[in-house]
């Protein structure tokens, strides 16, 4: 376990480098507040501007950030009167001019100095123990602390000018106004935001070599209906009656491009369920969507009963590609875990601020930053509006079809993946897992599975093959053959 010394030597290397020259601004005006000023009214606002800007970077960092907003409210309630009153008691007084005499006091360098002290100081608690991040009870000390800062600031503006400026008085109102700017911001980010078109990359419409696959050998599409009526749809390539794979596709794909995955593990000697998840390949009622957040969740479960795959005598191994391996994750660490006796995620996508995660997923995905964080808030107060817009968008030329599908929803985007608390949700995963991984991955930093996944839970075995990118691993021979082997030493077929 690190030191203390090199914890805060590290938050010091994190820390971005425009904070520094924004904490030196800080001080020099607390230091030119000693004194009695004369200044523009703006000038005043600059400390409480700062204080409310780094506590709105908190609350988009924050695991729930519905739950910090909430006590980033309080806070700011109970600080406000408190500024107010600490505001009023410094001498100051309007010139004709419109610019205010102020008497010096050390408000405003306890203040500035105080911003950046709270948040260094959460930033060693988070370092020493990242676990903390997601509890419930430091998410709203963290969110507290920034509306407490905030609320301070500006109620110190408020009482300061309050006696001089009718505009000033009317800060008494910041918590109306506030929340307003808040119902604006969040409806405008709704409203407007929207994945942005990416250069199209060749892989994202085919797949290597699938030009010379004998398509005479694909096995037709198959459906079951999913406990609402809508189509689930898959394909089946029968072995071993006793030994079940569920294959599950990457992002914006269908049961089709698992196609050499599934002939390999057939070979192995698996009966493979190559599904199409909703939203994909003709399963679902719309393209690119689901009708809730966890509704993939069900689909797998209503699969499996309607298939019998429920049948205590089948050992059932659910395997997944990409964004499918993100989704193995989630199933393997969910309530449902025990539906499967073991899970393969090849190549997963984990998170976004995950170190395994390359930006924009190396060109692959466009995402709605601000969409999805207002759609986050919202649904974090039990609101699920709006869920169905786009908020991903790949990197492929194709339109929606049965075999492909351009862009998420909010809410399949979701289904897909772990949750924000994805840490817990990995070191919870008990039943037997393989991560698998190519050595040459241009979407995901390979090199980083394997420390990650030591960190958060060591029985995850982690495989790297070597000399493969992203889509080898369902398109090349040897990848394929690979995922095969790692699947009969998951179900105890081979000691290799």
């Known amino acids: 376990m690190p030191s203390l010394f090199e914890t805060l030597l590290q938050i010091v290397r994190n820390t971005p480098l425009w904070v520094w020259p924004l904490m030196a601004l800080v001080v020099w005006l607390g230091v030119l507040?000693?004194?009695?000023?004369?200044?523009?009214?703006?000038?005043?606002?600059?400390?409480?501007?700062?204080?409310?800007?780094?506590?709105?970077?908190?609350?988009?960092?924050?695991?729930?950030?519905?739950?910090?907003?909430?006590?980033?409210l309080a806070a700011l309630a109970a600080a406000l009167p408190l500024g107010d009153l600490l505001g009023r008691r410094?001498?100051?007084?309007?010139?004709?001019?419109?610019?205010?005499?102020?008497?010096?006091?050390?408000?405003?360098?306890?203040?500035?100095?105080?911003?950046?002290?709270?948040?260094?100081?959460?930033?060693?608690?988070?370092?020493?123990?990242?676990?903390?991040?997601?509890?419930?009870?430091?998410?709203?000390?963290?969110g507290g602390v920034g509306g407490f800062v905030a609320g301070l600031g500006l109620g110190w503006l408020g009482g300061v000018g309050g006696r001089s400026n009718r505009w000033i008085r009317r800060l008494r109102w910041a918590p109306a106004i506030f929340l307003l700017t808040v119902a604006a911001g969040l409806g405008g980010a709704?409203?407007?935001?929207?994945?942005?078109?990416?250069?199209?990359?060749?892989?994202?419409?085919?797949?290597?070599?699938?030009?010379?696959?004998?398509?005479?050998?694909?096995?037709?599409?198959?459906?079951?209906?999913?406990?609402?009526?809508?189509?689930?749809?898959?394909?089946?390539?029968?072995?071993?009656?006793?030994?079940?794979?569920?294959?599950?596709?990457?992002?914006?794909?269908?049961?089709?491009?698992?196609?050499?995955?599934?002939?390999?593990?057939?070979?192995?000697?698996?009966?493979?369920?190559?599904i199409s998840l909703r939203g994909h390949g003709g399963s679902g009622t719309a393209i690119g969507d689901t009708s809730y957040r966890s509704q993939l969740d069900d689909?797998?479960?209503?699969?499996?009963?309607?298939?019998?795959?429920?049948?205590?005598?089948?050992?059932?191994?659910?395997?997944?590609?990409?964004?499918?391996?993100?989704?193995?994750?989630?199933a393997a660490s969910g309530a449902n875990r025990q539906a499967f006796d073991a899970y393969l995620a090849v190549s997963p996508y984990i998170a976004q601020d995950a170190p395994t995660t390359r930006p924009a997923s190396g060109g692959w995905a466009s995402v709605a930053v601000p969409r999805v964080i207002a759609l986050t808030v919202l649904d974090g107060f039990g609101l699920p509006w709006f869920q169905g817009l786009p908020v991903v968008r790949f990197a492929t030329a194709s339109g929606p079809?049965?075999?492909?599908?351009?862009?998420?929803?909010?809410?399949?985007?979701?289904?897909?993946?772990?949750?924000?608390?994805?840490?817990?949700?990995?070191?919870?995963?008990?039943?037997?897992t393989i991560v698998a991984?190519?050595?040459?991955?241009?979407?995901?930093?390979?090199?980083?599975?394997?420390?990650?996944?030591?960190?958060?839970?060591?029985?995850?075995?982690?495989?790297?093959?070597?000399?493969?990118?992203?889509?080898?691993?369902?398109?090349?021979?040897?990848?394929?053959?690979?995922?095969?082997?790692?699947?009969r030493r998951l179900s105890g077929e081979s000691g290799t």
């Open 437 to 487: 991984v190519g050595a040459n991955d241009e979407l995901f930093r390979a090199e980083q599975y394997a420390p990650l996944l030591k960190e958060l839970n060591p029985q995850i075995s982690v495989e790297v093959v070597p000399g493969l990118g992203h889509l080898d691993m369902i398109a090349q021979e040897r990848a394929c053959t690979a995922i095969a082997a790692l699947w």
């Open 299 to 330: 689909d797998l479960m209503d699969f499996l009963k309607a298939t019998g795959l429920t049948d205590p005598k089948i050992q059932r191994t659910l395997i997944g590609f990409s964004s499918g391996g993100g989704f193995v994750l989630r």
């Open 190 to 274: 709704i409203a407007f935001s929207s994945p942005g078109e990416l250069p199209r990359l060749l892989a994202g419409d085919s797949l290597p070599g699938m030009s010379t696959w004998n398509m005479a050998e694909l096995p037709p599409v198959q459906r079951v209906m999913a406990r609402d009526g809508a189509p689930l749809a898959y394909r089946v390539y029968p072995a071993r009656p006793d030994r079940a794979v569920v294959l599950v596709h990457g992002s914006s794909s269908a049961s089709i491009s698992m196609h050499k995955s599934a002939q390999a593990l057939q070979a192995a000697g698996a009966t493979v369920y190559s």
């Open 33 to 72: 507040g000693l004194r009695t000023r004369t200044l523009p009214l703006w000038r005043l606002a600059v400390l409480p501007a700062v204080g409310l800007v780094l506590s709105f970077v908190g609350l988009g960092q924050a695991v729930q950030p519905a739950l910090a907003l909430v006590a980033w």
């Open 90 to 142: 410094r001498p100051v007084r309007r010139l004709e001019d419109g610019r205010l005499e102020i008497a010096g006091g050390w408000f405003m360098l306890v203040f500035g100095i105080g911003i950046f002290a709270a948040r260094y100081a959460l930033g060693v608690v988070f370092g020493m123990a990242p676990s903390l991040r997601a509890e419930p009870a430091w998410i709203a000390v963290a």
């Open 401 to 432: 079809s049965e075999n492909r599908t351009p862009a998420y929803s909010f809410r399949l985007a979701a289904a897909l993946q772990l949750s924000r608390d994805w840490r817990r949700e990995i070191a919870r995963i008990d039943r037997p």
